[in-house]
């Protein structure tokens, strides 16, 4: 049997393994696939009936911060050219230890190739700090983005300038609001604004910068990267105007951020959206790794009326760009 029987394929928080054929065995275990932090095994054993687990490899992580996982786990059946997909219930907040802890006995006889298909919806660990603390548990994606922002005097003080309104010099005009701000801390983050400041152009006359296509919330979420103390949770909801302000404003560490974050919690209610948007703003691995949600790993079956939508009003590059991907999909398969 070659080694990618046992390969797990992975996107973003997806994982999915393709087994051809059961009737040679009774069990097997997959190789170790990477999802957070910590490495994962399926395995599937046919008795009287298939038994399918999720678990953890055994490490010293896992056994000092095993994870807490939240995730849908479904076997996607292809057979005589039907396609039957089992779906267990959502499973929510489950700490995995072992092999043990997450067992989907399936009574249904499954026969041809099959597709085991597990999407994580959050990991978290045992506390804030990463032991078995009893703090409470804290996802391992809803850290580092803004924790990276240290709480220096500098920061602190920038902060407290933007919020108070500490000698702003110039206005800021969103959609539906305004909010002051300081010429030379845009300046500083941006070559665009820093370009309106040193020549006569408008907003160096006038004070103002007009941003209309900006909503007041996505304002002040925008500022609030550039003067350091933008929450995680803003950062999350105004993601995508985050990322065209980002290109706009030519701030490139803005765009990498909102380009990471966006490759990670791809699903089939965003996929296409966010294709969209990285063909728009020029954003490979966010283009490669959508394409290959919807392609290599079938979602494209399940949202047919939005992709057939979507193919109505697309660029016709990315249109062709999709057509190549499934063409060399059907070629392997």
């Known amino acids: 049997m070659s080694d990618s029987a046992y390969r797990v394929e992975t996107t973003a928080r997806l994982a999915q393994w393709r087994i051809d054929n059961l009737a040679s065995c009774t069990y097997r275990k997959s190789d170790p696939f990477n999802i957070g932090n910590w490495n994962w095994h399926l395995s599937v054993e046919k008795n009287r009936v298939l038994y399918v687990k999720l ?38 907040d489950k700490q995995l230890k072992n092999n043990d802890d997450f067992v989907w006995p399936i009574e249904v006889p499954l026969t041809g190739k099959f597709i085991i298909d597990v999407e994580f919806l959050d990991l978290k660990t045992a506390s804030p700090n990463g032991g078995t603390g009893t703090g409470e548990a804290c996802s391992i994606w809803a850290q580092g983005l803004t924790k990276k922002r240290s709480n220096e005097t500098a920061l602190t003080c920038l902060g407290r300038m933007l919020r108070e309104g500490i000698h702003t010099d110039i206005i800021i005009n969103a959609s539906d609001g305004s909010i002051g701000a300081h010429r030379a801390v845009l300046a500083a983050a941006s070559p665009v604004f820093r370009s309106m400041f040193a020549h006569d152009l408008q907003e160096k006359q006038l004070s103002t910068i007009n941003i209309p296509d900006m909503s007041i919330q996505a304002c002040q979420a925008f500022l609030g990267y550039i003067y350091g103390n933008i929450k995680h949770e803003e950062f999350l909801t105004h993601r995508l105007p985050l990322l065209r302000a980002a290109d706009k404003y030519d701030i490139s560490h803005l765009k990498e951020m909102c380009h990471d974050s966006l490759l990670e919690d791809i699903d089939t209610k965003n996929v296409l959206d966010r294709l969209q948007n990285a063909a728009l703003f020029q954003l490979p691995k966010l283009k490669s790794s959508c394409m290959r949600y919807l392609v290599k790993f079938g979602k494209i079956y399940d949202i047919r009326d939005d992709f057939n939508a979507f193919l109505q009003c697309a660029d016709r590059d990315l249109i062709s760009d999709i057509f190549h991907e499934l063409l060399n999909t059907w070629k392997g398969f």
């Open 55 to 92: 678990y953890p490899e055994v490490s010293n992580l896992t056994r000092d911060n095993p994870p807490i996982a939240s995730f849908i786990i479904r076997v996607v059946c292809s057979s005589s050219g039907d396609r039957k997909t089992l779906t267990h219930p959502e499973i929510r």
